[in-house]
T-cell receptor, first 113, second 113 residues
């Protein structure tokens, strides 16, 4: 058990819809990272938050947004969903902001019909 | 930006045989290096990490990796494969001044009884 909790585990929705994925980091970790894992793209870094502020941005689409709340949990919002957004979305957390080992949750599997 | 190359998307070994999973990175400065393992329907779990110091790093489950600066490599090895080692393995790199992790495309390890 990594200590990182992601909800929901599975999500099925339709194109054009909006969903919110939730992540609770390990106790004491200040950084939260979001990744997208798909068969054709592999594991892609989306965005990092550290102590409530955006720290680094990767290959995140404009239709996607994230935030980290004062209690350090984070949400990833995906809107105007397309078939290609179907993937496994992972959250990871680490103690610090840079070069710390990341601890991953079990992911949210998003299926777009 | 960094790039991480994992040679061989699929590797098969016999139970008890040596496991060798290859990882090469591109960087002009020594990065931070990590190996993660992913079991089916689970998140990534940290196997081992290299930051500074001794170039041979020991991790969990009997795995180890050696950082070779001249070869820009960080290959993962285990002397004797066990059935429970069957999983997807990811090499990751983080620049020592940055926040972003770059993951390889993964190597699927099959252990043949």
């Amino acid at each position: 058990d990594s200590g990182v909790t992601q909800t929901p585990k599975h999500l099925i929705t339709a194109t054009g819809q909006r969903v919110t994925l939730r992540c609770s980091p390990r106790s004491g970790d200040l950084s939260v990272y979001w990744y997208q894992q798909s068969l054709d793209q592999g594991l892609q870094f989306l965005i990092q938050y550290y102590n409530g502020e955006e720290r680094a941005k990767g290959n995140i689409l404009e239709r996607f947004s994230a935030q980290q709340f004062p209690d350090l949990h984070s949400e990833l919002n995906l809107s105007s969903l397309e078939l290609g957004d179907s993937a496994l979305y992972f959250c990871a957390s680490s103690a610090g902001a840079v070069n710390q080992p990341q601890h991953f949750g079990d992911g949210t599997r998003l299926s777009i019909l | 930006a960094q790039s991480v190359t994992q040679l061989g998307s699929h590797v098969s070994v016999s139970e008890g045989a040596l496991v060798l999973l290859r990882c090469n990175y591109s960087s002009s400065v020594p990065p931070y290096l990590f190996w993660y393992v992913q079991y089916p329907n689970q998140g990534l779990q940290l196997l081992l990490k290299y930051t500074t110091g001794a170039t041979l790093v020991k991790g969990i489950n009997g795995f180890e990796a050696e950082f070779k600066k001249s070869e820009t490599s960080f290959h993962l090895t285990k002397p004797s494969a066990h059935m429970s080692d069957a999983a997807e393995y990811f090499c990751a790199v983080s620049e020592n001044t940055g926040n972003q992790f770059y993951f390889g495309t993964g190597t699927s390890l099959t252990v043949i009884p």
